[in-house]
């Protein structure tokens, strides 16, 4: 199967503690540039969504919006969960002031806000204003009634369009709400504008013009404008805590940025990030917390949130295992992301999968998806990037097309848009009935199915060898004079002695092209062979080993045969 440049991304999914992120053996090779992996370095933006860890916790989870974790910075809108060592769960109520423990996501869905708003949540939302996302398609109702993006503009006489910028559409609710009679309202009292949204789309219209013509709307919205211009000048009467708050949610930002640069650090070297030990400054506890103590040493950053950790001023660490772990998949899924992109800008693409068993026994699936990259500045170029190891529970021709199509409509590509396929010679990928190949061909016809050309040199080169009663002598022979000397350390050291270039090799019953180096030490270096032959059996001779001795005369007349040589 072909194989591509070195992909951060494959030591990224690695480094997860699963059962079956210890296997090394499902890699088939093949992976992806780094240019995808660099744009996950060292940042954190805003609306990022990173669960939290707790080590009493049972696990965390992350939302959609943790694909952001590699941009640049780490605003109010952002969902952290906290890390508490004495907390039972994981809360993913979290923005950047909820690492002070003060304040809530700052979702831009209503309906996800809490039933009763304190100030600081307030603060947040003025902070932050209304987000009206008009590119999307509103569901219609029981009636076939939906919303429209013309509901958010107030139609004049004479013409004249004005933007209601207080009303927000909640997908999670399909109802519409007032922002500002929904922070400084009476939910209970007021109008469904300020409480869980309006949906009575027949009514919209008249009840819009109603609602933003009375008393209560226009005093909240002169609320809304003082308190967002009081925040914007630094002249609120709770200035004090709010800078405090800044301050506070500038230091977790530095913090999350250095600990996603080790994460990034770590898995593009592939190296593990946990030892024996999870805790800070002992023996063992792994590359990740080494290299945080690392960087303690120089950054006063990190110096200071180690020294709080120490001095127990704090409980929420983002250092223990869970949180390893799920900046670890955040930063896998940003890649993945980057690689989609990449994919969709080119549009056409072709698959290439194979399957191997990992040191768990489980059958795993590794897709690589192949494009050809056209730019005026660089020309045409073409990129194989490795999307994801796919467990294979049926491993038959249907089965496997069944999980990679899930696994295409998990990161939204069109089938349609595939011109090729490549894989090996099993009769499950390649079969003209019932394999991966023909299943493919059926639903889109252009996908056409090119052998892998390497696995079918291996196998022609390996039939054609296992037709000649010589050809299975002469590797026959080759295998015996390896296992001789391998089987013992004194065997192995009397070959050392005799042999100055190459050593011994094993031949590779996958691979015919690896099976040179075998036939090389052989080749430059046979009368040394033929000496150290003779050394290891006056060695035998003197031990009573008669098996051995029988063996090494019996190699040795071998290899000085005619036909041999």
């Known amino acids: 199967m072909p194989s591509g440049s070195s992909d951060a991304a494959l030591a990224i999914c690695k480094n997860i503690s699963t059962p079956a992120a210890d296997d090394d053996s499902a890699s088939p090779g093949c992976s992806s540039d780094a240019a995808a ?73 209503p309906a996800l806000w809490p039933k009763h708003l304190t100030d600081n949540e307030c603060c947040l939302l003025v ?54 009679c929904r922070l400084f ?87 593990a990030f946990r030892g024996h030990s999870d805790r800070l400054f002992e023996s063992g506890n792994g590359n990740f917390l080494g290299q945080v103590q690392l960087m303690a040493q120089f950054d006063p950053v990190m110096r200071e949130h180690l020294r709080r950790i120490q001095t127990k001023q704090q409980s929420d660490t983002y250092l ?20 989609i992109e990449r994919v969709k800008a080119a549009k056409y693409y072709a698959v290439i999968m ?80 019932h394999g991966v190949q023909k299943r ?12 892998c050309g390497s696995h079918t040199l291996n196998l022609v080169v390996g039939d054609a060898a296992k037709s000649s009663v010589m050809s299975i002598s002469f590797f026959g022979l080759l295998q015996r004079l390896y296992t001789l000397f391998s089987s013992s350390v004194n065997r192995w050291t009397i070959l050392k002695e005799h042999l100055k270039n190459f050593t011994l090799k094993a031949l590779s019953t996958t691979r015919w092209e690896c099976r040179v180096e075998a036939v090389k030490a052989v080749r430059y270096q046979l009368p040394e062979i033929v000496k150290a032959l003779t050394a290891l059996k006056e060695y035998a001779t003197e031990k009573r080993d008669a098996d051995v001795v029988s063996t090494a005369e019996s190699i040795c007349k071998e290899l000085q045969r005619w036909p041999f040589m």
Not at 158 to 175: A, M, P, Q, T
Not at 209 to 229: C, G, P, V, Y
Not at 320 to 339: F, G, H, P, R, Y
């Open 354 to 433: 194979d399957c191997t068993p990992d040191l768990s026994h489980n059958e795993q699936l590794s897709v690589v998806l192949r494009i050809l990259n056209c730019e005026l500045s660089k020309g045409v170029s073409i990129h194989e990037h490795f999307v994801g190891f796919l467990e294979a529970l049926d491993t038959t021709g249907k089965g496997l097309c069944e999980t990679f199509l899930t696994h295409l409509e998990t990161l939204g590509l069109d089938l349609c848009n595939c011109r090729g396929q490549s894989y090996d010679n099993g009769s499950n990928m390649q079969g003209k009935k």
């Open 37 to 109: 992996v660099a744009i996950c370095k060292n940042t954190l933006t805003e609306d990022d969504d990173i669960a939290a860890d707790e080590s009493a916790s049972p696990g965390c989870s992350s939302d959609a919006a943790a694909v952001a974790i590699c941009k640049n910075t780490l605003t109010e809108g952002d969902d952290i969960a906290a890390d508490d060592s004495a907390s039972p769960g994981c809360s993913s109520d979290a923005a950047a002031v909820a690492i002070c423990k003060n304040t809530f996501t700052g979702d831009d869905d």
């Open 185 to 271: 309202g009476n939910r209970e009292r007021d109008t469904l504008l300020s409480g869980d949204g309006f949906n009575n789309w027949k009514n919209l219209s008249a009840h819009l013009r109603q609602h933003e013509t009375s008393a209560k709307h226009i005093a909240n919205m002169d609320t809304w404008r003082n308190l967002f211009q009081k925040l914007q000048t630094n002249t609120a009467i709770d200035q004090v805590n709010q800078d405090l708050i800044a301050i506070e949610v500038n230091r977790w930002k530095e913090i999350l940025r250095r600990l996603v640069a080790i994460v990034n650090h770590l898995a593009e070297h592939n190296l």
């Open 440 to 451: 493919l061909l059926e639903l889109n016809e252009k996908a056409l199915c090119v052998p």
């Open 127 to 180: 902070q932050r204003g209304p987000v009206q996302i008009k590119d999307r398609n509103y569901p219609k109702n029981h009636e076939g009634r939906r919303f429209s993006n013309h509901h958010f503009y107030l139609q004049m006489k004479n013409g004249e369009k004005i933007k209601r910028s207080w009303l927000v559409y909640s997908e999670k609710n399909d109802s519409v709400i007032c922002f500002c």
């Open 320 to 339: 223990s295992k869970t949180i390893q772990n799920e900046l670890i998949s955040l930063v896998a899924k940003c890649t993945t992301d980057a690689i």
